[in-house]
T-cell receptor
Framework: GNSVTQMEGPVTLSEEAFLTINCTYT??????LFWYVQYPGEGLQLLLK?????DKGSNKGFEATYRKETTSFHLEKGSVQVSDSAVYFC?????????FGTGTSLTVIP | DTGVSQDPRHKITKRGQNVTFRCDPI?????LYWYRQTLGQGPEFLTY????????KSRLLSDRFSAERPKGSFSTLEIQRTEQGDSAMYLC??????????????FGNGTRLTVT
């Protein structure tokens, strides 16, 4: 079956720290991979995506590389800001359905 | 692009009552999805439409839940005889609807249901 596993949170970092949120997946075929971010009281917003092996998605200083050999799509940011505090969801798309991880809550303190 | 719109934002109802939520997708998007999200969890797939056709429905979905998209534009999700376990955030999302795996979902801000 198809599934996404994310590292459990919550994660608390100081401003300007390095961020990694781990994501691994199980999928039939060749899915596309996504990271979404959810701010309090809002819906999910697309953060970045990668559509094939070795692709790197990037946006707002966040990056993730589609690693087929390790079935992973880890999210990284070199220097987090207080405004990055949110819940982050890893997801895969098999064409008809999206499968989401359980989310990782990030809090960045000044 | 006015985004995906959901109404109402919040709904409080008593157990046993029926509720209906509305979703207006991005106008040129053919696919429309409903998800449910509970605290500390990721979105759980409920159902999706390609235009007016409901193509897939979660096997976990109770028959108290029904969704429609009569003209291939807006959609409604109805929950009959609500139970406390139905309390959750109900998210609607749309996408262009091709077989393109690259197309992301665009989410609305959700409807938060509380069943007392």
């Amino acid at each position: 079956g198809n599934s996404v596993t994310q590292m459990e949170g919550p994660v608390t970092l100081s401003e300007e720290a390095f961020l990694t949120i781990n994501c691994t997946y199980t999928a039939t075929g060749y899915p596309s991979l996504f990271w979404y971010v959810q701010y309090p009281g809002e819906g999910l917003q697309l953060l970045l995506k990668a559509t094939k092996a070795d692709d790197k998605g990037s946006n707002k200083g966040f990056e993730a590389t589609y690693r087929k050999e390790t079935t992973s799509f880890h999210l990284e940011k070199g220097s987090v800001q207080v405004s990055d505090s949110a819940v982050y969801f890893c997801a895969l798309n098999t064409g008809n359905q999206f499968y989401f991880g359980t989310g990782t809550s990030l809090t960045v303190i000044p | 692009d006015t985004g995906v719109s959901q109404d109402p934002r919040h709904k409080i109802t008593k157990r046993g009552q029926n509720v209906t939520f509305r979703c207006d997708p991005i106008s040129e998007h053919n696919r429309l999805y409903w998800y449910r999200q509970t605290l500390g969890q990721g979105p759980e797939f409920l159902t999706y439409f390609q235009n007016e056709a409901q193509l897939e429905k979660s096997r976990l979905l109770s028959d108290r839940f029904s969704a429609e998209r009569p003209k291939g534009s807006f959609s409604t999700l109805e929950i009959q005889r609500t139970e406390q376990g139905d309390s959750a955030m109900y998210l609607c999302a749309s996408s262009p609807g091709t077989e393109n795996y690259n197309s992301p979902l665009h989410f609305g801000n959700g409807t938060r249901l509380t069943v007392t």
